[in-house]
């Protein structure tokens, strides 16, 4: 698929979700992961001065506030809402028609080289690589219009899977670029895979019930390496009792080892 990406960059200020961006409920609209990675890339290159490689993104926040369709021009841009040296707050907003569809906030804090001798970490209980398994195609939505989950992405199933209701863990690398010509950050390839935590450990079937994320928020350790990112998820129903809504959650790690976690909240609908 060379040349092909998840979104075209007409003009500085506007962006286009390609085919490769859409996603598996509505032909319209983009998946939630093409959206989340244009907009880590928005608040990666936001420039203040800072020298390059000075900012690392420490957390970032999705709002999926509108459905993001697929061929329109939307329009991007980005705010420095908090200034400093040490610590930065980034925005970064979507607009379609002069509506705001989707909203990023990102804090970023300064690179720096410190003396972790005697540092007692957490037991290393990350998977085995993803070299260890191959490619999985999901049951659903496979026929051949091009969508994010089955044309944009390598899915290795570690445990779980899509059509087994509970938790999962699977590795995700990208088939695409996010722009094309540009080699995708670790920020970007964390952001596109993180979404698909709530879809891959669903603990009922989607027959009956849709859970639709509106948000998602990443925590990185450090800077994501390598082409493939691992999620470990699970999603959480509030039980005994439950009024419509739900969290899940997913530890993300790449090929060197564990790197953050992503949370999202859930809307719950009976199909």
């Not at 509108?66 to 907003?93: C, H, K, N, Y």
């Not at 300064?110 to 001798?117: E, G, N, W």
């Not at 085995?128 to 219009?145: G, Y």
């Not at 989607?206 to 699970?234: K, Y």
């Amino acid at each position: 698929m060379a040349g092909d990406a998840l979104f075209e960059i007409p003009e500085t200020t506007v962006v286009v979700p390609t085919a490769f961006a859409r996603g598996p409920w509505d032909d319209r609209n983009c998946h939630g992961g093409p959206v989340a990675a244009i907009l880590a890339r928005a608040v990666e290159q936001t420039d203040d001065g800072q020298p390059l490689g000075h900012w690392q993104v420490a957390r970032l926040t999705i709002e999926l506030t509108r459905p993001v369709p697929v061929g329109a021009a939307l329009r991007l841009t980005t705010d420095i809402e908090r200034p400093g040296r040490q610590v930065s707050l980034v925005a970064a907003r979507l607009e379609h028609d002069g509506v705001v569809v989707a909203i990023a906030r990102a804090l970023r804090i300064r690179s720096a080289t410190v003396d972790l001798a005697g540092v007692v970490e957490p037991p290393d209980d990350r998977p085995p690589p993803a070299d260890v398994f191959e490619d999985v195609r999901w049951e659903m939505w496979t026929d051949e219009t091009p969508r994010f989950h089955s044309h944009s992405c390598h899915h290795r199933a570690v445990t779980g899977a899509m059509d087994e209701p509970g938790p999962a863990t699977e590795w995700i690398a990208l088939r695409v670029p996010v722009v094309a010509g540009e080699e995708p950050t670790g920020v970007q390839r964390v952001a596109a895979a993180v979404d698909f935590g709530n879809g891959i450990s669903s603990g009922i079937a989607s027959e009956h019930v849709a859970f639709i994320n509106p948000d998602l928020t990443i925590h990185l350790a450090r800077p994501p390496v390598g082409e493939w990112i691992c999620i470990a998820s699970s999603t959480h129903y509030g039980l005994p009792g439950n009024d419509g809504a739900a969290m899940a959650e997913s530890a993300v790690y790449d090929e060197a080892g564990r790197v953050g976690r992503s949370v999202q909240s859930l809307i719950l609908q009976a199909r």
